[in-house]
C-alpha cells in the first residue's frame, strides 16, 4: 500500500506505516514528485538497520532489517535544488517489529543421541 503525502510542494509516496518481524527484511520504493532535482535525500533519527539507497532521479530503496522487536519511527526528508529557496517534503515512518518465532526445540536433551531401533523377525 503506498500513501500519497503532499508537504509543501514536493509530493512523497511511500508507506507511512511498515509492520515486520525481527530478523526479517523488506524494500520498498520511495518517489518523490514536484520540485526541481536534483534532490538531497536524508533519513533522520532512523535505526542503523534502516537504509536508503540508490542514486539520482526521484527515486531511492527504502530497506529495512530489523533486528529488535518494537515500536520505531524516522523520518525521512528530501529537498529539491530550487533557488533561491528550496522546497522540502517530510514523512514520518512508524516500524511496527514483532518478536521472531521461537526455535523449534528437539524434544531430546541436548547431547542425546537417538538410536535405531532393528526389528527381527524370528522363524519358527
Known amino acids: 500500500m503506498h500513501t500519497e503525502l503532499v508537504l509543501k510542494i514536493l509530493l512523497i ?3 507511512l506505516t511498515i509492520a515486520l518481524q525481527a530478523g526479517s527484511s523488506m524494500a ?3 518517489t518523490v514528485r514536484g520540485g526541481s532535482a536534483p534532490y538531497t535525500w536524508t533519513l533522520i533519527n532512523a535505526r542503523n538497520w534502516v537504509a536508503l539507497s540508490g542514486s539520482g532521479g ?4 527504502l530497506s529495512l532489517t530489523p533486528t529488535e522487536s518494537g515500536n520505531f519511527s524516522f523520518t525521512l526528508s528530501v529537498r529539491d535544488s530550487t ?3 528550496a522546497r522540502a517534503g517530510m514523512l514520518t515512518i512508524s516500524v511496527v517489529v514483532s518478536p521472531a518465532p521461537a526455535p523449534l526445540r ?4 541436548a547431547g542425546c543421541r537417538l538410536r535405531r531401533r532393528v526389528h527381527r523377525s ?3
Open 106 to 109: 528437539s524434544p531430546h536433551p
Open 122 to 124: 524370528i522363524k519358527p
Open 13 to 15: 509516496d511511500a508507506p
Open 58 to 61: 526521484d527515486s531511492r530503496v
Open 83 to 85: 533557488a533561491p529557496e
Open 28 to 30: 520498498r520504493t520511495v
